[in-house]
């Protein structure tokens, strides 16, 4: 069995911060390119931040500068630091194994953790 279990998540202030983890168990994890994503009610999955198995993070949307994505492959863990949060963050915040096609786009797997809630709200 290979499965991913995100934490970390929590309500915060507009402005706060937070660091979302994503702990690996039955993967190759230090191969493994990785990504989080996050999705609200009613919205699409949405891609967040991406970075392969020896760093190069790459961050879409909103995220960039604000967003921070980083791994430990000692201890086969994932994490997205994140700060200045706004209201627009709130999500259900998810990792996923998967890979890179022609170098720039991450294409995800069916491997996703269960999702962390993050919530900002005053």
């Known amino acids: 069995q290979v499965h991913l279990v995100e934490s970390g998540g929590g309500l915060v202030q507009p402005g706060g911060s937070l660091r979302l983890s994503c702990v690996s168990d039955?993967?190759?994890?230090?191969?493994?390119?990785m990504a989080w994503y996050r999705q609200a009610p009613g919205k699409q999955r949405e891609l967040v931040a991406a970075?392969?198995?020896?760093?190069?993070?790459q961050y879409w949307g909103s995220a960039e500068g604000r967003f921070t994505i980083s791994r430990d492959n000692t201890r086969d863990t994932l994490y997205l630091q994140m700060t200045s949060l706004k209201p627009e963050d709130t999500a259900l915040y998810y990792c996923?194994?998967?890979?890179?096609?022609?170098?720039?786009?991450?294409?995800?797997?069916?491997?996703w953790g269960q999702g962390t809630q993050v919530t900002v709200s005053s």
């Open positions: 039955g993967l190759d994890f230090e191969t493994q390119t």
């Open positions: 970075i392969r198995a020896l760093g190069n993070p």
């Open positions: 996923n194994a998967g890979q890179y096609h022609y170098g720039r786009d991450y294409v995800p797997s069916d491997l």
